[in-house]
Structures are given as C-alpha cells and as structure tokens.
C-alpha cells in the first residue's frame, strides 16, 4: 500500500516500485495499491486509487487520497486479493495506507519512512492513531530516526530496514550526451542536483550559493538539476554568466535518473532538514558518483560516518563551496570517497533488502497465524 500518488516521484514511492519489483523477481505475487492517474500507463501489479490531492504534510506537499471514495476502494482491494500479508508504508499519514489498516483482518507490517516527532495533527488525532498502531503487527523504521519516532512518540519499536537501491541499474547507466565534460585543477567540473529545488528543506539556495561563489572562479562549472518546479525565480539573484552554466532538466524518468547521476563529477546533497534516510545518496554511490552532504545524523549514517561521502555544516554555503572546489581538484580523493561508496552501498542491494523485509512478513504471518487480511463486503458494495 503507498500513500502517495505513483505519478509523482518520491523516496516512499520509488520504495515501494523497487520493492515490489524485486518480491516479484524473487516468485512472489505483489499487488500495490496507490493514488494514480487511471489514464496513465503503469506496471501491471499496480491498482490505481484513483487520483490523489496535495496535501501539506511534514514540511513538504504530499499527493494523497483519502475519503469514503477511497476506503470502499480500499476494502475492495482487499477483499479481492486475500493476500498473506498487507505491507502499508507511512501508517499515520491521512493515506490509503491508514484507511487499509483499519480495514484489515490479519497480518499488517507497517514502514514508517520519516522522522516527524508528534504534530498537533497527531496530537487531535491521537485516539484513531492508537487504533491503527494496535492493529499493526510488525513495525519497520527506514532509519534510525524514523524509528526514534516509533519509540518515543508513537509507542513502540521497529526493526530499522533502510531504503534499498538497483546498485546494478545505476551502475550500468549510460551518461546523458555531452556530460559530465572536464575537469581540470582550477577549472570545469560539473556538479549534479536531484530534487523540488523550490523546497526550502531541500537546501538548493544554499547549493546555488557555493555554486556561484565557485563558479566565478572557476571557468567551465556546470551544475545540472532534476526535479520538479519553476526555476526562475531561484535564478534571480544569480549572475548572468553563472546563471549560463545552469541546466534543468525538470521531472525526469528513473532510467534518466540514473543517467543523471552518471553524468555528474560530484553529487551534492545540501538539504536543511527534514531527512530520515537519504535515499538519493545511495543512489548517487550507486552510480559511483562521489557525494558531498550536509552533515545531518540521516546522511552521516549513510555515508559512514563521512568516509564514503563527504560532509559539510548543514547551511554552510562557504564550507559547501570549500568542499566542492577541493573535490574537483583532487580525483584521488574523489575515487577514494566513491570506492568505499561502493563497498557501503553493497549492503542496501535491493535482494539484500528484500530478503530482511521477507523475515518480517514471515514473522507478522506467524503471529497472526489463521486470519487473512480481508473482510467481506456487503453484496451492495
């Protein structure tokens, strides 16, 4: 179950494809029900919620369904899968996922991807909460963090899973044409952003500013950007001939994706806040892209601790621009970061990942042994 609309990428939603792909390659049958445009093409194990709304959530704007609409979809999903066990991610979000929950009648392991201490939205909420946390048998936290939660404000604990990555797929990805071009002591280089660069928890304003104190110094940089959103008035303040060396390249696919992060000497990663994993960062490494990163407890854990990444003061932009301009001018230093992102990286493989979600679906089965996840619907239904 993902909450969120599967027409808009995001780190639940590319989860829950990857996931959901690798169970499928390992011989099992998935079935995923999201917020979806019924138009649109999408693989064949996804059920579309019909389309989802923005929805402000957790600092950011999360597409949701939610409604009497969705819950009878809800329950008819359910009823006509009869699965063994109903994973539903972000619970405690006013989602599909809470609705499943509370439809469900066995086996229900939940994935709880943020760090979001208690809201006040939780606070009016906290008696429906409790009724969807009772009914969950088996918890797992992307992240430290995102378990921290669990036991300090939601009341009880998790396994702690991180985001899995396609190390293969973003390994084996071709360059987009033309890129990353040069980089030379003292000149060229190109440095790479995916994201909403227009959300200020994302930290592009703090990138933009290390990118132009770099750059007009530095004949030839480049700084490619994904990601949704209007970049016009994030250039206002920028000088013309940096502004120049700029390219968006806007909502990109996730074949693109990986290109993308192959065609970057550095990946940066200069989020403010708000972060429970990183999920970019293991895809950046994935691709054998060195990182550079604000140094927040998410990415510090990632990147082991700095030693396959390299790490800055969150909001420093003269320390980013420092780390940057240091990186392209030492490729041993670069490759050294990017080797041992490999080694760290191995241990997030998808299978990997896929085989310890396994042992708590067998586990969430076992205690709810004899009961199936489904109720029976009215005949008017």
Known sequence: MCPYSFDVPGGVQNHVHDLAETLIGLGHTVSVLAPADDEAPHPPYLVSAGRAVPVKWNGSVARLSF???????????????????????????PSLSLLAVLSARGPVVATFHTAMTR????AAAQGLLQIVLERITGRIAVSALARKVQVEH????AVEIPNGVAVDRFARAEPLPGWPGECGPGTGGTIGFLGRFTEPRKGFRVLLSAFTEVALRRPGLRLLVAGPGDPGEMLADVPAAVRDRIVFLGLISREDTARMLRSVHLYAAPNIGGESFGMI????MAAGTPVVASDMDAFRRVLDGGKAGALFPTGDAKALAATIEGLLDDPARREELAARAREVVAGYDWPVIAGRVL???????EAASGTVIYEELPHRA
Request: proline share 4%; charged share 20%.
């Open 67 to 93: 409604g009497p609409l969705s819950a009878a979809r809800v329950r008819r999903w359910l009823a006509a899968g009869r699965f063994d066990v109903l994973h539903v991610h972000e619970p405690v979000s």
């Open 119 to 122: 809201s006040r939205t939780m």
């Open 154 to 157: 939601l009341g009880g604990d």
């Open 281 to 284: 960062l293991t895809e950046a």
């Open 359 to 365: 042992e708590v679906y067998a586990a969430a089965i």
